[in-house]
């Protein structure tokens, strides 16, 4: 029916019944110790039995069975090596593993080859296609996936955390006063993780650690590409519905104006430009180790691209980039029989999204190609461990991704942001060519905004928990059991702030139902000079949108931080949810479904920047818009409480561009008079949390 009430966050909820919460309980144990193979008889029985090619007749893509035959006769990737979803190989394989799960005709087949793979498949190779596969399918809506840095702790902590965790698995509670780093609270051994002290501190990128690091953000992001995977769409799976291509290029406008802001915040100045003849000053190494025993890649401080194995990543690099330029200046993008698609029209954001990810969904990914990735290898600095010491095992390519080549890492290396700046310079190259926006566009004459006011910003700095226990091996005695006697926590640094409420005054002419957005954006740039709205415009990050009803007259709209539909809490924990479905399926309490955790949703605590301790400037932009429908309307072919309806293309609350109206350029002249359209200065200050301390600039 859609969303009862998007303004208050009043969401559809329904209570979950038996038979999902039996589905929870089984795909969730194949989540539990993915390094290690199955201990549950049970499981064990059903991975021994089920014949994947034997039982054809239950898979509606054949073809995709018959693949996976041959792969699996040939040779699949073998367990605890590094899975690259980005390379030609490793793709294959997940996607050919996904059309099988996929496509399986009813849950059972569904959960019987699941249990196949989980034995007998590359745990991250497995973790990578189960998790998208219940995302997708229809009888597996409403199934919480577990936090991926629950199930692989080792893409989140460093190798010295997970060191000292493993000792202590070994002798438990008996030595754990000896460590310095951890302590017991509760039933839990708890380990502090400190990335600001050596060798950790590589360069000053460590002062906004707390934000690239944050293990909320880096999940957030890996959830978005499991959501929409580069190469899952076409017309089986229509992701391009959702305007994929739109949400390519607003998701990483979102992330880059946030890190800005925490740049500025810090003192670090503005994002430097990436550039073929300049080293790249900051490097990183993160202390990542991956379950096989082999660090990820390093990138050392001032790194030089002018090197002679670079040369052809940087010239196809090159080309592919000139061919999506040349393409904006014509106004078009040759598809891949030869046609012309006109891209001059505001709504083209979407097939020019497409193009520049590369997607399955592109008109022509071979002509423009995918030349993110191929930066993501030359600045992650992995190329020496796959392009010219190539390895193979059998057939199969030995890979060593570093940071920037997966999604739940990638945030943590500053090279990028430097790779996303210069994407969204494209993308700003596009949007300056489109006509401006007219005054009717944007003005809204019936409504006028009197006043806003804000509760003081306030940030601060709290400890948060992650539980690393998925990671430790298990026992001979609690294999058998099945069951984990050491829990193991990480204890580390994490922003927030103090919660808040914008109130807007506004007049409105008649009663009408209206779209309200508030935008965040820095008032200075790095050099203390004000940032003029004309350059501006490409640095306002959105904190909320939500429907409003008016009544005629005078009205305060009053909105909470809390109350944003796009962000989500910390989720729960994976043993916490098990838990509560397995009691309410015993019938002891009950399990609300909702989307109050939905998968792709944004950390709630990270809406502000950080700004400092004696307060930060920023500009808070409150525009009101008429209410215009979606073409599909929000929720129409599947059930909101159950599901995000990836592919339906009844995601959206309006019918307007994401980020409108800071989409595409805007001056001060164009919303001078406008009475719909409110400037305003807000600050943001950092209050000090006594016991935790971060390298940040004070």
């Not at 991250?124 to 199930?151: C, M």
């Not at 400890?463 to 298990?474: E, R």
């Not at 000079?529 to 990050?541: H, R, S, T, V």
């Amino acid at each position: 029916s859609g969303l009862a009430d998007p303004a208050h966050k009043v969401l559809p909820q329904k209570q979950a019944d038996n038979a999902l919460l039996q589905k929870q309980l089984d795909l969730s144990t194949l989540f539990y110790h993915v390094h290690e193979p199955l201990h549950v008889p049970e499981l064990v029985a059903i991975a021994d039995s089920w014949d994947v090619e034997k039982n054809i007749d239950h898979y509606s893509n054949i073809t995709a069975v018959k693949v996976f035959g041959e792969l699996y006769e040939y040779g699949l990737l073998y367990r605890n090596m590094p899975f690259h979803v980005l390379d030609r190989y490793h793709g294959f394989e997940a996607q050919t593993l996904y059309n099988v799960l996929w496509s399986a005709k009813d849950y059972d087949t569904f959960y019987k080859t699941a249990v196949w793979f989980r034995q007998h498949v590359n745990e991250y190779l497995f973790v990578y296609v189960y998790s998208t596969a219940i995302l997708h399918r229809a009888d597996t809506q409403g199934v919480v996936i577990p936090p991926i840095y629950e199930i692989f702790p080792e893409f989140f902590t460093n190798s010295e955390v997970l060191t000292t965790a493993q000792r202590v698995n070994v002798h438990g509670l008996r030595m754990v006063e000896h460590y310095p780093t951890t302590y017991v609270w509760e039933n839990n051994v708890v380990v502090k993780e400190n990335m600001t002290i050596w060798p950790y501190y590589y360069n000053d990128e460590v002062k906004v650690n707390y934000f690239t690091w944050d293990q909320g953000l880096n999940a957030f992001y890996y959830n978005w590409h499991l959501a929409y995977p580069k190469w899952l769409g076409g017309e089986v799976t229509t992701l391009v519905k959702d305007r994929r291509g739109e949400w390519f290029w607003y998701i990483h406008k979102q992330l880059l104006t946030r890190y800005y802001m925490e740049r500025l915040s810090n003192g670090l100045g503005e994002i430097p430009e990436l550039s073929w003849s300049a080293p790249i000053k900051t490097g990183i190494w993160s202390g990542l180790q991956y379950y096989k025993g082999i660090f990820f890649p390093t990138r050392p401080n001032n790194f030089v691209l002018n090197q002679d194995y670079f040369v052809n990543e940087i010239i196809r690099i090159q080309d592919f980039e000139r061919r999506v330029r040349e393409a904006i200046d014509l106004g078009y993008v040759i598809n891949n029989v030869g046609e012309h698609i006109n891209i001059h029209t505001p709504e083209a954001i979407d097939i020019l999204g497409r193009v520049i990810e590369c997607n399955v969904d592109s008109p022509n990914s071979k002509f423009y190609g995918d030349f993110i990735t191929l930066w993501k290898g030359l600045l992650g600095n992995s190329l020496e461990h796959t392009e010219y010491n190539q390895l193979y095992h059998g057939h199969i390519p030995e890979i060593l991704p570093s940071v920037l080549e997966h999604y739940q890492t990638a945030l943590r290396d500053p090279a990028f942001y430097l790779i996303w700046k210069r994407v969204l310079n494209i993308f700003k190259m596009w949007q300056e060519s489109l006509p401006m926006y007219k005054l009717e566009e944007l003005a809204y004459p019936t409504v006028s905004i009197k006043n806003v006011e804000v509760d003081k910003l306030v940030t601060y700095f709290e400890n948060t928990y992650m539980n690393i226990t998925n990671q430790l091996h298990m026992t001979e005695h609690e294999a058998k059991r099945f069951e984990d006697d050491v829990s193991v926590l990480v204890q580390r640094p994490r922003l927030n702030h103090k919660v808040f409420q914008v109130r807007v005054k506004v007049n409105s002419e008649a009663a009408k139902t209206v779209v309200v957005r508030f935008f965040l954006a820095p008032k200075y740039d790095s050099l203390g000079n004000e940032i003029p709205l004309k350059e501006n415009w490409e640095n306002f990050f959105q904190l909320d949108q939500f429907t409003y009803d008016l009544v005629q007259g005078e009205n305060v709209i009053k909105r909470d931080s809390t109350q944003n539909l796009w962000t989500v809490d910390d989720w729960t924990t994976a043993h916490e949810f098990y838990a509560k479905s397995e009691s309410a399926l015993h019938g002891k309490g009950s399990v609300i479904v909702d989307q109050s955790q939905r998968f792709d949703g944004y950390p709630q605590r990270l809406l502000l920047p950080k700004g400092r301790v004696g307060g930060m400037p920023f500009v808070l932009v409150v525009y009101i818009s008429e209410y215009r429908a979606p073409k599909v309307p929000f929720g129409q072919g599947f059930d909101p409480a159950m599901s995000l309806g990836f592919g339906s293309g009844a995601r959206f609350l309006t019918d307007d561009p994401l980020g409108f109206p800071l989409n595409k350029p805007v001056y001060d002249w164009q919303i001078q008079h406008l009475k719909n359209f409110w400037v305003q200065d807000v600050t943001i200050y950092h209050k000090h949390t006594p016991e935790i301390y971060l390298p940040h600039l004070e």
